[in-house]
Each structure stands twice: as structure tokens, then as C-alpha cells.
Nanobody
């Protein structure tokens, strides 16, 4: 299974970006897709997750009301719409398939993409 993340870039504060994560196939073990991010010098942190059914969605508190996660089952793709971006959102964003368990913990995810850089700066 390969995950291809895209859509990162440089944006000014208050701007928007849409990340995409396309899976070559949907792992039998996966129940959804999530996004994590890692800023320089910091640990990787959970951002958002969505079940393949779309019935379960979680966000970390710092992005609630600004980020929206969605998925297209037919394309095995998840999206992260990021609005009202702040400098503290700057990080490498990773997508991963959720295998179940605690949604905000990395070990609950089995396949990971390569990451896409998001830089929020004026």
C-alpha cells in the first residue's frame, strides 16, 4: 500500500490550502484515514481522522473550526481543507491509514505517506 500526499506549499497567514492523500489501495485492516503533522523540533502530532464511512471524524482542538477532513471512497483518497492558516500550522503533514484503536496515537496507523510541507508565513 502506498500513500501519496500532495497539496502543501507556502501560504500567507489567513490563507487556505487543500491537502490530498491518495492510497494505491484500501488496506483490509484500515477503517479510515488520518492526518498528522510534525513541526521542526517537535514531536509528530495528530491533526484529524475520518472513517471510511464518514460517520466518525475527530480533530485536534487547535484546528477545530478551521480544518475540514473528508474522503472519497471511490478514489481511496482523503482530503484536508485548511482555512484561516496560522504560522503555528507550519509543519510537514503526513497522512496515514487508521487501523483502529486510539485515533490520536501514531501506533494506531499502519501505512504512512511521505509527507507534504506546509509553510504559513508572510
Amino acid at each position: 500500500v502506498q500513500l501519496q500526499a500532495s497539496g502543501g506549499g507556502l501560504v500567507q497567514p489567513g490563507g487556505s490550502l487543500r491537502l490530498s492523500c491518495a492510497a494505491s489501495e484500501r488496506p483490509f485492516s484500515s477503517i479510515g484515514m488520518g492526518w498528522f503533522r510534525q513541526a521542526p523540533g517537535k514531536e509528530r502530532e495528530f491533526v484529524a481522522v475520518i472513517s471510511w464511512s464518514g460517520g466518525t471524524i475527530y480533530y485536534t482542538d487547535s484546528v477545530k473550526g478551521r480544518f475540514t477532513i473528508s474522503r472519497d471512497i471511490a478514489k481511496n483518497t482523503a482530503y484536508l481543507q485548511m482555512n484561516s492558516l496560522k504560522p503555528e500550522d507550519t509543519a510537514v503533514y503526513y497522512c496515514a491509514t487508521w487501523a483502529g484503536g486510539r485515533y490520536n496515537r501514531s501506533p494506531s496507523y499502519d501505512y504512512w505517506g511521505q509527507g507534504t510541507q506546509v509553510t504559513v508565513s508572510s
